[in-house]
């Protein structure tokens, strides 16, 4: 397994044996949470569970991602820059994202006696043909598709035939609810059935997504302190997201399973500007200024910060002791990172790009690496990027011709505000070099 980190005299988490031992595994992804869209980065904003999560466990402070949806599942699942697989996983799709048979996170799990189980947003491959039970999940409950609507269940009606979406066990059914309230509910039934047994239990949430309807006025009640109506929306739509999580902790006390599980939470791309609205099954109200990665700079689909850099964090109170990593991650590692966490020694069957993480999260080891980052989106590649140790570098395609590259110190300016490439031109030539070579393993 590629490990970049070496630490000398510490007590590292022993090999698990028996199947008391086995921590469960709980993976929660938001969906389009920005920086500022959560309570312990802006405290405006009402998300007393995920707060305290972070707060008790390990805050990932630079956990980077993919700048949207579908690219940043794929490297989540597979350990690997999407687009290694295909071109087209640069950006948000509804067709197939790798074939049936290749090696993902639920296939190791179940190599370790795990049951399998994934509520919520599926989007690789938004057909029952290339549905989560072809690619080791042993249960299956919420869309094939992308966003839908809270309460109608549906993709965008234009895109047939991926509309009809919700399913469970890839049977196709119609239920009434807001989907934060259905997938919670699923995932505390989950647990209680499996509470006997170790499980991953994959939850990408739907929200915080457009469309954004919130009619139980609690959430609003929760919010009246946002004056803007669309920012309060948001800000709604996170508290109900919060409160499903809550619940969802509460089941794993309740089972009495709490203490030896691993609840790991990120989202899956930074904040989206602006909605036009009347996309999605209506109700789809226009949004803007609802969602924000302040003070990080740019969106979600931008290789700047804002675009990757997301809350994270992840908490066993078993093991870790609550701090902040600030040793730079990215969405690719959590496969070798798990892989060593169960002490998986099946690692050669996966052509993972990520690095081993488990150590450093367990530790308070903050690893002085520099390691490289590869950023792309867009199936014609419109952004693209790299960061290598505190440097990175940034362009932008706009009617098929690429601007100049842009050079920043994250270290000295994080939120990208001053250009160096004039100035440091040694090394963004080091930088551009190095993101070629990146470019050369991607399927063009």
């Known amino acids: 397994m590629k490990n970049l980190i070496c630490i000398c005299g510490f007590a590292i988490f022993s090999t698990i044996g028996s199947a008391q031992q086995k921590p469960n595994i709980v993976f929660i992804v938001a969906d389009d949470m920005g920086w500022a869209d959560i309570g312990y980065h802006n405290s405006e904003i009402r998300s007393p569970n ?6 008790t466990g390990v805050e990932l402070d630079y956990h980077y991602v993919q700048p949207q949806c579908t690219p940043t599942r794929v490297a989540l699942m597979t350990g690997q820059y999407p687009t290694r697989i295909s071109a087209k996983n640069a950006q948000a799709h509804n067709e197939e994202t790798y074939p049936i048979g290749t090696q993902i996170m639920p296939h190791m799990f179940k190599d370790m006696g795990y049951t399998t189980a994934i509520m919520g947003k599926w989007h690789m491959g938004c057909l029952e043909q290339w549905g989560p039970k072809h690619h080791g999940f042993d249960y299956s409950y919420g869309s094939y598709a992308g ?6 269940h549906r ?13 469970r066990n890839h049977e196709l059914v119609e239920e009434e609810g807001h989907v934060t309230d259905l997938v919670r509910k699923e995932a505390v039934e989950y647990i209680h059935k499996n509470k006997d047994k170790p499980f991953f239990l994959y939850l990408p949430f739907h929200a915080v997504h457009v469309p954004l309807v919130e009619k139980d006025p609690k959430w609003n009640e929760m919010n ?8 309060r929306l948001m800000a709604s739509a996170v508290s109900h997201l919060d409160d499903a999580v809550g619940q969802v902790v509460q089941a794993l006390d309740d089972a009495g399973i709490r203490e030896n599980t691993v609840i790991i939470f990120t989202s899956d791309n930074g904040a989206w500007r602006i909605h036009k609205g009347d996309i999605y099954p209506a109700p789809d109200p226009a949004l803007s200024r609802f969602s924000f990665n302040h003070p990080m700079r740019g969106w979600k689909i931008d290789i700047y910060e804002g675009g990757m850099r997301v809350p994270a964090f992840v908490n066993w109170p078993a093991k870790l002791k609550p701090y902040k990593l600030k040793t730079p991650m990215h969405v690719i590692d959590w496969m070798p990172t798990l892989a060593d966490l169960l002490d998986y020694k099946g690692e050669d069957k996966y052509n993972w790009e990520g690095v081993d993480m488990w150590k450093s999260i367990e530790s308070q080891y903050e690893v002085d ?7 792309v989106w867009g199936e014609n590649r ?3 990027g790299l960061r290598y140790g505190d440097w990175k570098i940034v362009r932008k395609k706009n009617n098929g011709v690429y601007s100049k590259w842009e050079l920043f110190n994250l ?34």
């Open 50 to 55: 995920l707060d305290k999560l972070a707060k």
């Open 147 to 152: 966003a839908v609507g809270m309460y109608d």
């Open 155 to 167: 993709y965008t009606l234009t895109k047939k035939p991926y509309s009809i979406t919700w399913h």
């Open 224 to 231: 009246k302190h946002i004056q803007w109506d669309d920012r």
């Open 369 to 375: 690496d520099k390691r490289e980052f590869y950023f």
């Open 382 to 384: 419109t952004w693209e």
């Open 411 to 444: 270290e000295n300016d994080p939120y990208e505000a001053q250009n160096l490439a004039s100035s440091e031109s040694l090394k963004l030539n080091d930088l551009v070099l190095r993101f070629d070579k990146q470019k050369q393993n991607d399927k063009l």
